[in-house]
């Protein structure tokens, strides 16, 4: 899976459909350094695009349907015609994404062309990593390839994001399919999601991130994901605004004791991370590790204890990592939560000593089996 590459899966193509392709674009997944459910509160945060990608290789058909085979589900396949109202598809998951993004690109006035396409990527699944909005992203390219219409970058994350909203069902924010748009080679982007303006944070050169999956498989993911966008719109609520951006740390100290419990530390959680990831953007691009590690490891103390979305074996994972890497590695989970990955930002000459505690103790702490990805931040699709 990771050997993937545009010439893998332009030979996959030819495979499968007899001919060659006329070309392959990629899309990648992301890692969030810092700013956890932030996104969708009109706050910040501070991802990566990573060297981990969906391809798909095309050729254009001379009729207005998509016929699509998905490598990563036994080369299962599907045909959709262009032109019908896209419905979904509740048997198989896959087919809603290209329905979904078919959807939302013909709204935006996109005529589209038909085409055949091999679907393969190597962003792991259910990690945490975005490899749904890798998917988006690159078919958004791909369709648009086909049919040789343009799309600004911004807004082909915005149709991403309006597809898994409205066709798939989760109701995530823009971060991931915005970082898979326009993420930048060595760089982490810090992203405004008020204004979706972004700011270029370039990795210190001889800084690495290791990304940990916990083996911990997500669950509940949707829901209680969306339950906490819920909370959070409540809090907002409350102080008669419609996106906690609007809100001040003071204001919400303030009203501690008013507000029930729940929406309170739902809100600290979002307020503080904000700053949090301010502070870690200004401490990455001045190369101030101790300044990256504090807010990395209160991020993560957050995410346990006010937005509740840590499991156990993840707070074990991030000790482990944090204790080995004795002052000179920050860790914190990233993504939506309920399992996943933790992510560790360390100077490459510490990353071997993080690796071999995960190796010895984590297994032995938890019971679950951990895999060690050690990725670049990369170039987004456009
Ligand atoms: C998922 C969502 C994002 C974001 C994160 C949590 O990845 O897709 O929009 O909300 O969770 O930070």
């Known amino acids: 899976m990771t050997t993937l590459s545009a010439a893998r899966v332009s030979e996959l193509f030819e495979a499968s459909f007899g001919f060659k392709p006329v070309t392959t674009v990629k899309a ?15 706050g910040f945060v501070l991802p990566a695009a990573i060297n981990y990608n969906t391809f798909i290789a095309l050729a254009p058909r001379d009729d207005r349907q998509l016929h699509l085979v998905a490598y990563n589900f036994d080369n299962a396949s599907c045909v959709v015609d262009l032109d019908a109202v896209q419905q979904h598809d509740a048997a198989e998951s896959w087919p809603n994404y290209v329905r979904g993004v078919v959807q939302e690109l013909r709204k935006k006035g996109f005529t589209l062309a038909g085409g055949d396409l091999y679907i393969a990527g190597n962003v792991p699944a259910g990690a945490g990593l975005s490899s749904s909005a890798s998917l988006e992203i690159a078919l958004i390219r791909a369709l648009l390839a086909l049919s040789g219409e343009a799309v600004d970058p911004t807004e082909a994350a915005l149709i991403g994001q309006a597809a898994e909203n409205h066709f798939v069902g989760c109701n995530c924010g823009i971060m991931d399919q915005l970082i898979s748009a326009r993420g930048q080679e060595n760089s982490a982007l810090l992203i405004d999601c008020q204004d979706l303006s972004v700011r270029p944070v370039p990795m210190p050169a001889d ?12 669950g509940l993911v949707d829901s209680e994901y969306n339950q906490r ?20 740390l003071a204001q919400l100290l303030a009203a501690e004791g008013e507000l029930d419990e729940l929406s309170f530390r739902r809100a600290r959680h979002v307020l503080t991370e904000n700053a949090r990831t301010l502070a870690a953007a200004e401490a990455l691009a001045a190369g101030d590790l101790p300044a990256l590690i504090k807010v990395m490891v209160e991020s993560h103390a957050s995410m346990c204890d006010d937005f509740n979305i840590t499991t156990p074996a993840i707070d074990s994972l991030v000790d482990i990592l944090v204790e080995a890497g004795a002052g000179k590695a920050g860790a914190r989970m990233t993504g939506g939560g309920f399992g996943g990955c933790v992510v560790a930002v360390a100077p490459a000459a510490v990353i071997p000593q993080l690796i071999a505690a995960v190796e010895t103790k984590y297994q032995a702490r938890t019971g679950c089996i951990p895999t060690l990805i050690r990725a670049k931040a990369s170039a987004g699709a456009f």
């Open 28 to 42: 990648p997944g992301r890692v969030n350094i810092i700013g956890e459910h932030t996104d969708y509160n009109g």
């Open 207 to 218: 800084w690495e991130i290791l990304i940990v999956h916990s083996g911990v498989k997500r």
């Open 229 to 248: 966008r819920q909370q959070c719109e409540t809090a907002a609520a409350f102080f008669g605004q419609t996106s906690l951006r609007a809100v001040e």
